[in-house]
């Protein structure tokens, strides 16, 4: 992060781990979706899903089918994924918003919010909306299918996405997607599921910070 929050143009958030403390509820639901597989089984996708988080689903699944469990009987990727969704959506309605989320939209009143997520497109405008949180985000809450990477290219060709831009992630992958796209990162630790986020954070040189509320101290 290369300035203060306030001074970016464009601040785009991941939501699970960010915006919403969903972390937990999302690999409860991959563990239970792929349970039919056998615990071995299930247990590694847990595994492979921590290690690559900000990852579609739809990505994550077919991972499974084609490399944890090829050869083993069980629902294939249609029914995996309407399982994993009915576990998901009540978890995202009761989960906790980011403490502070509301000040900083007030405190950052020029700047352009979007949600760049990992998660089902629909399923988070519907959780979003439920939730009173869509007005918060005029610059759109986007997901999968489409990969963070394509969306944040699209929105950046489209002028959605205004430079200077800081991406708000906890995972790998966001900050992956962040350099992709040439925006500015920060990394949130407190709701992360990152193993040993300290050593990557002084690796990579980011910026760290616990939470959404602990961001209003560099604005």
Known sequence: ?????????????????????????????????????????????????????GVSRYKKFAHFLDAIAPDVEGPRLDELLERYAAEVVDGLLTCDVAEGLGDLRKQTSDSRWLIVSGGDQDELRLVFEKRGLASLFDGGIFGSPTPKKDILDRELANGNIQQPALFIGDSKYDYESAQHAGLDFVFLSGWSEVDSWQSWVIENNLSEFASVKALQGVL
Not at 6 to 31: I, M, P, Q, W
């Open 1 to 53: 992060m290369k300035r203060s929050v306030a001074e970016y143009r464009t601040l785009v958030f991941d939501c699970d781990g960010v915006v919403l403390n969903s972390n937990h509820v999302k690999t409860n639901a991959f563990y239970k979706a792929t349970l039919p597989y056998g615990e071995e089984a299930a247990n590694a996708f847990v595994k492979y899903h921590t290690e690559n988080g």
